[in-house]
Nanobody, 124 residues
């Protein structure tokens, strides 16, 4: 199986930036598309961004509005989410997940492996 560990979440002022990391273990990690999701208290776990195995195709939720960038380094078994111009509405626990073969990147139930999440808090 694939094990995923998120890191990089912290308290940041509105307008600031963060880079989240998703470190993976497993010999076949580079074969998986990987997505980022986020969940605030009382809300659904929403799709944020995804990247296919080669890094050549990237997908973003509309609310990102050009502020976030997803990337991956297969040699380091790591996927990143660069977040700029952060807003209080971005406050949530952020999760990374590995997509099953043939799955749709924006379907939460099509991801087979999940990390524990990292807390991002954006102050006004």
């Amino acid at each position: 199986q694939v094990q995923l560990v998120e890191s990089g979440g912290r308290l940041v002022q509105a307008g600031g930036s963060l880079r989240l990391s998703c470190a993976a273990s497993g010999r076949t990690f580079s074969s998986y598309a990987v997505g980022w999701f986020r969940q605030a208290p009382g809300k659904e776990r929403d799709f944020v961004a995804a990247i296919e195995w080669s890094g050549r195709r990237r997908y973003y939720a509309d609310f990102v509005k050009g502020r976030f960038t997803i990337s991956r380094d297969n040699a380091e078994n790591t996927v990143y989410l660069q977040m700029n111009s952060l807003e209080p509405e971005d406050t949530a626990v952020y999760y990374c997940a590995a997509l099953r073969q043939g799955g749709n990147v924006d379907y939460r139930d099509h991801y087979d492996y999940w990390g524990q999440g990292t807390q991002v808090t954006v102050s006004s």
